[in-house]
């Protein structure tokens, strides 16, 4: 009787839990790596430590000075924002790919133990 209801579990519920999870899996991956805040944000300056806007009394060199502050800054922002987006978006696609290899594959997993031993018996040696 558990068989049976183990089984039927497996192939109705079981199968709508397991991809529920998977889906939730990536979208927790994306919020992890603020994916949607990492696009819009992507050419803003990196913390701007030092990056001030000058008076429009300040000198030439101060004005150039700061205006390059501004670019380092934003440069080193994008260069990071999307070393990020990279990482997140590999990690996403290996983690869609192996999340649906196995859902591919749920329907097979209780049947594994019955084909090994059916491999054993004919002599088949993975």
Do not use: C, N
């Not at 790596?33 to 806007?53: C, D, G, H």
């Not at 060199?61 to 380092?72: A, E, G, N, S, Y």
Request: net charge positive.
């Amino acid at each position: 009787m558990a068989i049976t209801e183990m089984f039927f579990w497996w192939y109705s519920r079981g199968w709508q839990v397991f991809i529920s999870k998977a889906r939730t899996s990536l979208t927790s991956i994306t919020d992890f790596f603020s994916m949607s805040s990492l696009v819009r944000t992507l050419f803003k300056p990196y913390r701007q430590i030092s990056a001030e806007t000058a008076s429009s009394s300040a000198s030439l060199d101060l004005k150039f000075h700061m205006f390059l502050d501004r670019l380092v800054s934003r440069f080193i922002g994008f260069l990071s924002r999307l070393i990020l987006l990279l990482a997140g978006t590999l990690i996403i696609i290996v983690g869609g790919i192996a999340s649906l290899i196995l859902i591919i594959l749920w329907p097979i997993i209780p049947m594994l133990p019955i084909i090994g031993i059916i491999l054993s018996i004919v002599g088949l040696a993975i």
